[in-house]
């Protein structure tokens, strides 16, 4: 019972990191109605700049916060240019197709420049071990369901208090309707891009942080479960790729202890599979079938 | 104020708007009518600039809209709805007012003002919209959620929110009973008198007829014919324009 719990509070802390890859994935699937394979790549050049200046001058973990998500959001920018704003709007599939070209180029570059197999990531040593009674919370897992906690909390009031917020809504609504309402939609597009970015940015470095070290496959890891965690949550929902990043990883902790690694993999696509026949539009579908409908037909 | 001149819209080898020329005076509603496919929507589209025409050019008060992206059109004073309504469905019936009415103040305001100012739906300004509007019961509840004729009042009161020039009306009364259409046009003329210079397309000819200045009949992209009401309606290629699609003579002579 106490493994079960445990496992639960890990599980619930790395899963909000996973809820934080989703919402990156969601917003951008949200406003462009399209999927970007690079957002992992995009991260991994984050990271790898931030162990970049972590073995060359050792660092402070603020700059290599800071490296990170600089990093993250410099790459997006790029995969924006190259598979957003250049392929037009009704081209989803050239656009998925080519993001996943530009995956393949950041994460071959990142691969050259940083040859060797891992490379050491700064963690949260100084701070000490939480204790709750008979469990026990890892300092960087506190910060993990701490930062996703705020940062949802932030991005919920943008969304909805905020006049920019309100702009990247009615992009998913009409586009047509937006531009004759005045919203000058390529540049709230990129914006949306770059802000998916920086949390991404956030997840990447909590996650690099934990472990501790780092490896040029962190990049499809990090796709793989934010789209996994997207997807189980529900396409285009906020709330849902938290939801769904929060049930992945307690799924995954519980499987990781009960059934070991490779056991925990076949949780993790029998819960995308379970996901997909039964709850299609995922745990928290949006009320408005008809955009799904809509989201569904241009994947 | 609003010029079109020789504009011409050609998909491959269809000549969808074929050269047409209008100037629509200040504070006039100008009806714009013709047969289905006769270029209508294509010069709306043109106009607001979601087609970029084949030739000619669009002037709003001397100067050139030819070139511009259509939210610089609408900050310059150009609003419009549609024919089959867009909306923000997800957006309060408030909030769809807020975003049109800030849309052209992106580049005069502060950065953090204009993108992070929040609250903005409660201003009295939006209030009066929801009232001349008849929505202000509704002000709080998302668009998607409103009924048929709510959300063609909603779509209206978002294109005025922009604060516009001249406002283009793609077919409101489609779907309206005869009495909307009555109330319909009263709501016109209100705009009207707000100062608002109105381009109305329709194909209930009681309603054009009856509330238009003047009136432009296209056929085949090509203007046949425009003058007042009556002149239009008494005009023989304007009538056999609308024989080669019968129910419709009956409509234009009796109205």
Redesign the interface.
């Given at each position: 019972m106490i493994d079960l719990v445990q496992n639960m509070l890990d599980g619930l802390a790395i899963g909000s990191a996973y809820g934080l890859l989703a919402l990156g994935f969601t917003l951008i699937f949200g406003v462009m109605r399209r999927l970007n394979m690079a957002f992992g790549s995009s991260i991994l050049v984050g990271i790898f700049a931030g162990a970049w200046l972590h073995g060359q001058w050792a660092a402070g973990m603020i700059p290599i916060f800071a490296a990170t998500v600089a990093g993250a959001v410099v790459a997006s920018a790029y995969v924006e240019r190259m598979s957003f704003a250049w392929i037009r709007g009704d081209a989803a599939l050239a656009s998925m197709a080519s993001s996943f070209a530009i995956w393949m180029q950041l994460e071959e570059l990142v691969a050259r420049a940083f040859p060797q197999r891992s490379y050491a990531f700064p963690t949260f040593e100084a701070l000490p071990m939480l204790e709750l009674g008979p469990f026990f919370l890892r300092p960087e897992h506190a910060a993990m369901f701490l930062t996703a906690a705020v940062l949802v909390a932030a991005l919920h009031?943008?969304l909805t208090?905020?006049?920019?917020g309100?702009?990247v809504?009615?992009l998913?609504?009409?586009r047509?309707?937006?531009?004759?309402?005045?919203?000058?939609?390529g540049r709230v597009a990129v914006?949306t891009f770059g802000l998916a970015a920086a949390i991404g940015g956030v997840a990447g470095f909590l996650i690099a942080a934990t472990d501790g070290q780092i490896s040029t496959k962190l990049g499809m890891w990090a796709t793989m479960k934010g789209l996994i965690a997207m997807v189980i949550g529900g396409l285009g929902s906020l709330r849902g790729a938290l939801v769904g990043g929060l049930v992945l990883g307690v799924v995954e902790a519980q499987a990781q202890w009960y059934l070991g690694a490779s056991g925990r993999e076949i949780c993790t696509f029998a819960l995308l599979f379970a996901a997909l026949i039964l709850l299609p539009q995922g745990l928290v579908g949006r009320k408005?079938t008809l955009?799904r409908a809509e989201a569904v037909r241009r994947i | 104020m609003l010029a079109l001149d020789s504009l011409s819209k050609h998909f491959g080898g269809v000549r969808a708007v074929d050269g047409i020329s209008l100037t629509l005076k200040e504070g006039e509603i100008f009806g714009l009518i013709g047969p289905n496919g006769s270029g209508k929507s294509t010069t709306i589209n043109l106009i607001?600039?979601?087609y970029t025409p084949t030739t000619g050019t669009v002037r709003l008060d001397g100067r050139d809209l030819t070139a511009m992206?259509?939210?610089e059109r609408?900050?310059m004073g150009v609003?419009?709805t549609?024919q089959n309504i867009?909306?923000?469905?997800?957006?309060t019936v408030a909030?769809n007012l807020?975003?049109?009415q800030?849309?052209?103040e992106?580049r005069r305001a502060h950065f953090l003002g204009?993108?992070?100012?929040?609250?903005?739906e409660h201003s009295p300004e939006i209030g009066e919209l929801l009232k001349f509007s008849r929505l202000h019961s509704k002000r709080d509840v998302q668009a998607?959620a409103l009924s048929f004729g709510e959300m063609r009042r909603l779509e209206m009161a978002?294109?005025l929110?922009?604060r516009p020039r001249v406002l283009l009306l793609d077919e409101p009364a489609a779907g309206a009973s005869r009495e909307d259409g009555q109330i319909l046009a009263e709501r016109i003329r209100e705009t009207r008198d707000r100062g608002v210079t109105v381009l109305l397309i329709e194909h209930m000819m009681e309603l054009v007829m009856g509330i238009s200045d003047r009136v432009a009949v296209l056929n085949f992209g090509r203007k046949i014919a425009e003058g007042s009401p009556a002149e239009v309606q008494a005009n023989a290629d304007v009538r056999a324009a609308y024989l080669g699609s019968k129910h419709k003579d009956e409509e234009l002579i009796h109205a």
């Open positions: 009031w943008l208090r905020t006049l920019f309100l702009r809504r009615t998913s609504d009409s047509d309707a937006a531009r004759v309402s005045g919203v000058d939609v914006l408005d955009a | 607001t600039g979601l992206a259509q939210h609408t900050a609003a419009r549609f867009r909306l923000f469905g997800n957006l909030e807020w975003v049109a800030n849309g052209h992106q204009r993108w992070f100012r929040a609250g903005g998607s978002r294109a929110a922009s």
